[in-house]
């Protein structure tokens, strides 16, 4: 008896042992991302320190000409390069992703799953520079043929295009994941009470996974923010403030622009001095981007829940 009680204490220390060691592994874990994000900050905005004193804050973010040769350093074309780009990947792949995802978490049959799932997740795993090289190669032509005065093909409608396919996958398979994390009892409660399948699917399954599905967009938008290679093929990477081509404002896709990234990437090889600077003062201003996207998506789940707490 007293050979066993010891036993039995040994297995319970190393259980505990283990369960620390494992514990304190996934705490470093999770402490080191968070200094590894600080220390990214802290390097970029360390190196665009003299473009914010010597340039100026609002120089560089509200002014609409990049001439480094002038020394006229605005991003703010850039700016909104990036942001219609973003949107328009936005409007146009997340309805394809979330369907996407809705059918292969709900409705397809498991031969169909086999087939389309991976062939969704292969999507991810295609360099960028292939997206950009289809983009010039199919896209831009296409486009090329809308009778638009100015129309060149290459533009923010093209850049959409090709991003929004970039972010289906990642989309499709987290708010995959989230769709079937739902338990099934919320499913058969709602069948239950006389709910259509569909309904079932838009009023009970999709609410629940809600947050991963948000979750889902909000890793898109990232991706879709930092994209550099395909933007830079078939964006035109013309350094201007996207206008629409004619009275249809819907011409504004047609024009060309330069993103945020793109305008690293073409200049930093060469950049020296204040140049240099203000390409890093770029990239401030993309970090930021990306956190207030966070942020804001954080606030409107936290939201959300809190209304659905008070209505309970």
Same mark, same amino acid.
């Given at each position: 008896?007293?050979?066993?009680?010891?036993?039995?204490?040994?297995?319970?220390?190393?259980?505990?042992?283990?369960?620390? #060691?494992? @514990?304190? *592994?996934?705490?470093?874990?999770?402490?080191?991302?968070?200094?590894?994000?600080?220390? /990214?900050?802290?390097?970029?905005?360390?190196?665009?320190? +003299?473009?914010?004193? %010597?340039?100026?804050? #609002?120089?560089?973010?509200?002014?609409? !000409?990049?001439?480094?040769?002038?020394?006229?350093?605005?991003?703010?074309?850039? !700016?909104?390069?990036?942001?219609?780009?973003?949107? =328009?990947? /936005?409007?146009?792949?997340?309805?394809?992703?979330?369907?996407?995802? !809705?059918? &292969?978490? %709900?409705?397809?049959? @498991?031969?169909? +799953?086999?087939?389309?799932?991976?062939?969704?997740?292969?999507?991810?795993?295609?360099?960028?520079?292939?997206?950009?090289?289809?983009?010039?190669?199919?896209?831009?032509?296409? /486009?090329? +043929?809308?009778?638009?005065?100015?129309?060149?093909?290459?533009?923010?409608?093209?850049?959409?295009?090709? &991003?929004?396919?970039?972010?289906?996958?990642?989309? $499709?398979?987290?708010?995959?994941?989230? /769709?079937?994390?739902?338990?099934?009892?919320?499913?058969?409660?709602?069948?239950?009470?006389?709910?259509?399948?569909?309904? #079932?699917?838009? +009023?009970?399954?999709?609410?629940? =996974? @809600?947050?991963?599905?948000?979750?889902?967009?909000?890793?898109?938008?990232?991706?879709?923010?930092? %994209?550099?290679?395909?933007?830079?093929?078939?964006?035109?990477?013309?350094? *201007?403030?996207? @206008?629409?081509?004619?009275?249809?404002?819907?011409? &504004?896709?047609?024009?060309?622009?330069?993103?945020? $990234?793109?305008?690293?990437?073409?200049?930093?090889?060469?950049?020296?001095?204040?140049?240099?600077?203000?390409?890093?003062?770029?990239?401030?201003?993309?970090?930021?981007? *990306? !956190?207030?996207?966070?942020?804001?998506?954080?606030?409107?789940?936290?939201?959300?829940?809190?209304?659905?707490?008070?209505?309970?």
């Amino acid at each position: 008896m007293i050979g066993n009680a010891r036993g039995n204490e040994q297995k319970m220390s190393g259980r505990m042992i283990a369960d620390k #060691t494992v @514990k304190y *592994i996934l705490f470093i874990s999770a402490i080191l991302s968070i200094v590894i994000v600080l220390a /990214i900050a802290f390097f970029i905005f360390r190196e665009s320190i +003299q473009a914010w004193t %010597e340039i100026g804050f #609002t120089d560089i973010l509200f002014g609409g !000409i990049w001439r480094p040769g002038q020394d006229q350093y605005g991003i703010l074309a850039m !700016i909104v390069g990036s942001v219609a780009v973003t949107v =328009g990947a /936005i409007v146009l792949g997340v309805p394809l992703a979330i369907g996407s995802a !809705i059918f &292969l978490g %709900e409705i397809a049959p @498991k031969w169909v +799953q086999a087939i389309l799932r991976p062939a969704v997740q292969l999507l991810a795993g295609i360099p960028s520079v292939v997206y950009g090289l289809f983009g010039m190669v199919v896209l831009v032509p296409i /486009i090329r +043929q809308i009778n638009v005065p100015g129309n060149s093909g290459y533009g923010l409608l093209a850049a959409s295009i090709v &991003l929004a396919v970039m972010i289906l996958p990642t989309i $499709t398979s987290i708010a995959e994941d989230a /769709i079937r994390a739902v338990p099934d009892s919320y499913r058969s409660g709602s069948l239950a009470l006389g709910a259509t399948r569909w309904q #079932t699917i838009t +009023q009970v399954v999709l609410p629940a =996974g @809600k947050s991963g599905i948000i979750a889902a967009i909000i890793l898109g938008i990232g991706r879709a923010l930092g %994209e550099t290679m395909a933007m830079i093929m078939v964006i035109g990477n013309s350094v *201007i403030f996207p @206008k629409p081509l004619n009275a249809n404002p819907l011409t &504004l896709f047609l024009s060309q622009a330069r993103t945020l $990234t793109g305008n690293i990437a073409v200049e930093i090889s060469y950049a020296t001095g204040v140049h240099e600077s203000a390409l890093f003062a770029t990239g401030v201003v993309l970090f930021a981007l *990306i !956190i207030v996207v966070n942020v804001s998506a954080r606030w409107l789940v936290n939201r959300q829940s809190s209304i659905q707490t008070t209505r309970q």
